[in-house]
């Protein structure tokens, strides 16, 4: 029995031995640049339970695989490795921290690399490459239990641009929960959703942000914009009521409830209530904008009204000419405003000369050539 138990420690011994030079040539080879020897020895050495327990194993098999996914053409080859080293990483700080500050000096070297090959991809129109280079880096800070919030956002706005909608709505409601850019992610939430068919789920969430966020712009047209495109005009002109009621100072709750009286029809309190906005923000571009539309579209009617009128009433036609020009002119100023804040969009510059004109200011039109 003694000998049968000395020869069993003998073998125990020797297999020990030989994981033990396993890793040994793993190291060395790896160290060489031989990043195929070095998982093949690495691989080998997986197959000994007391290897596997050690924190050395995987963290030389984390090193083997992250530069086999810095590799240009084993990269190719080997498509998993960076999750592959990842993972071995994370399993080696969980037996011991003891090397923490090497397994962190590796790992920043990839994410610098990781964040480039992000934004190269990106800026390539490659929306799902650079979501893969995103999910890296934040899988590379969920090592040392960080969630980094900006990347995690900018995956989301990768894998939304992909298609990967589940993936993109997981992202951006981590980053909300963590109030990291939330009311934008509320209301990328919220349009996706609604793509997807799922209109309640949309109204549940944005109704939950809108409490969160009430004076957010995105968030509130994105919930209104729902009820509007299932022209369920009352329902948003409540919701916007309520809004205003409880924020009248909010200048966006103004604009987009002066957009639902448009949409009802009631184009008097359109202007009552953007004329609100704009008495706390003069400079409100889309309020502005609406206006001018507005007024340039009432300028068109009252021309078809007085060309109606007979010849023989001069007195009359000249009067409804003169209120023609009256609403042109409101046009014209609205209008201004907008083109002095992007004088580069030619849409604006051609309304503004076309009010001026038609209100009796050709030489303003003259002016803007």
Known sequence: MKKTLILFATVLTTFAAFAQAELTSAYNANKE????????????????????????YWRFRGDIYMNIAMDSVLSMKYANSFNESVAAYTKALELSKDYVLEIGSVVDNARRAEEGKAIAAYKASNACGAATHYDN??????????????????????????????????????????NYQAADCYSRIGNMLLKAGRKEEAIKILGEARAKYPKNSSILTAEVNIYIEDKDYQKAHDVLIALAEADPKNESVLFVLGVTYEKNNDPTEAEKVYNRALEINPTYFDAHYNLAVMNYNQGVEKFKVCDAIPPRETARYDACRAETKVVFAKAAEHFKVCYDQDPTQASLKKALQECYRKSGQPEKATELK
């Not at 640049?33 to 050395?56: C, F, R, T, V």
């Not at 900006?150 to 995956?155: D, G, H, K, L, T």
């Open 33 to 56: 640049g031989n990043y195929e020897e070095a998982l093949n020895y690495i691989n080998q050495a997986a197959s000994n339970p007391k290897a596997i327990a050690k924190e050395k």
């Open 137 to 178: 880096l934040i899988s590379t800070s969920k090592m040392f239990g960080v969630t980094d919030s900006i990347y995690v956002y900018y995956s989301g706005i990768c894998h939304e641009a992909c298609g990967n909608v589940d993936q993109a709505l997981a992202n951006f409601t981590i980053c909300a929960n963590l």
